[in-house]
C-alpha cells in the first residue's frame, strides 16, 4: 500500500491551475490565482515552474501556521 500525503495532494492539483505567461523582456511569471499571493517569477519557463511549487509550498506552511484556512480547489 501506498503512503499518501494529503497537503503534496493539494500541491499537486493546485499546481495544475497555476497559469504561466511570458513577460515583454522575455522572462516568464506563473500564478495560482486561486491562492492569491503565490506568484513567481523567473528566467525560464522551467525555473518560473519550480519557483511557484516552492512559493506555493512557503504559502500553505504559512497561511497554516498563521490558523488561515486554504482554499478548497478541487
Keep these: 500500500?501506498?503512503?499518501r500525503f494529503?497537503?503534496?495532494d493539494y500541491v499537486?492539483?493546485?499546481i495544475a491551475f497555476a497559469i504561466?505567461?511570458?513577460l515583454?523582456?522575455?522572462t516568464f511569471t506563473?500564478?495560482?490565482p486561486i491562492c492569491k499571493g503565490a506568484i513567481a517569477f523567473?528566467?525560464?519557463l522551467r525555473e518560473c515552474q519550480d519557483k511557484l511549487r516552492s512559493t506555493l509550498e512557503d504559502w500553505i506552511l504559512l497561511g497554516l501556521k498563521l490558523g488561515h484556512s486554504l482554499p478548497i480547489i478541487d
Design 1 to 3: 500500500m501506498a503512503i
Design 6 to 8: 494529503i497537503l503534496s
Design 12 to 14: 499537486e492539483i493546485a
Design 20 to 22: 504561466y505567461d511570458k
Design 24 to 26: 515583454e523582456d522575455g
Design 30 to 32: 506563473g500564478r495560482i
Design 42 to 44: 523567473a528566467l525560464t
